[in-house]
Nanobody, 124 residues
């Protein structure tokens, strides 16, 4: 079972920025799409962003579009989520996930490897 490892979460004031990183071990990871999801207390896990295997295609949830940027460095087997202009409603545990295919997806059922999550807290 592939274990993804997220890092970079923390506490930030509204309007601030954070960059999350996700280490995806194995040569296979560089050939598969990756995604970020989040889960706030009392809410279901929701899609945040996805990127295809070579970084040529990205997609975002409407709530984060124009504020968040997903990217990847296949040489380092790492995926990033740059989060700008953070809002209190962005507070959640953020999960990195690896898809089963090279094409990106907003559906969590298309992902078969997940990280443990990293907490992001945005204070008002």
């Amino acid at each position: 079972q592939v274990q993804l490892v997220e890092s970079g979460g923390g506490l930030v004031q509204a309007g601030g920025a954070l960059t999350l990183s996700c280490a995806a071990p194995g040569r296979t990871s560089s050939t598969l799409a990756m995604g970020w999801f989040r889960q706030a207390p009392g809410k279901e896990r929701e899609f945040v962003a996805t990127i295809n295997w070579n970084g040529g295609y990205t997609d975002y949830a409407d709530s984060v579009k124009d504020r968040f940027t997903i990217s990847r460095d296949n040489a380092k087997n790492t995926v990033y989520l740059r989060m700008n202009n953070l809002k209190p409603e962005d507070t959640a545990v953020y999960y990195c996930a690896r898809a089963a295919t090279p094409t990106s997806s907003t559906n969590p059922t298309n992902y078969n490897a997940w990280g443990q999550g990293t907490q992001v807290t945005v204070s008002s």
